[in-house]
């Protein structure tokens, strides 16, 4: 159940990273939530549309980025070494 939720958050992540590329690009049309998501990452804020997909958090971006890559590499050592 939690590596499912993980997994559905790097989704969104990876998705709207893309999309944020692609618009800056102009290969996209930026929609208002994804220019939400851009101005929060701009902010140094984590955006709301990732917060909807994760677990609960009031840590800035930075904060928050590095508190995900921990709990990723937690649960790859799960997989890798079994539960501890």
């Known amino acids: 159940q939690e590596l ?8 969104v992540i990876v998705a709207t990273l893309k999309d ?10 930026m ?3 994804l220019e939400q998501v851009f101005l929060s990452i701009f902010n ?3 955006p ?3 917060l909807a997909n994760s677990y609960p958090s009031l840590k800035p971006l930075g904060g928050y ?3 995900l ?6 649960f790859q050592a799960w ?3 079994g539960i501890p």
């Open 20 to 29: 944020i590329q692609k618009a800056i690009q102009g290969l996209l049309l």
């Open 65 to 67: 980025t590095n508190d």
């Open 69 to 74: 890559i921990e709990r990723l590499k937690f």
């Open 48 to 50: 709301a549309m990732w």
């Open 31 to 33: 929609s208002s939530d």
């Open 44 to 46: 140094g804020k984590t």
């Open 79 to 81: 997989i890798d070494n």
């Open 4 to 11: 499912t939720r993980f997994n559905s958050l790097t989704r």
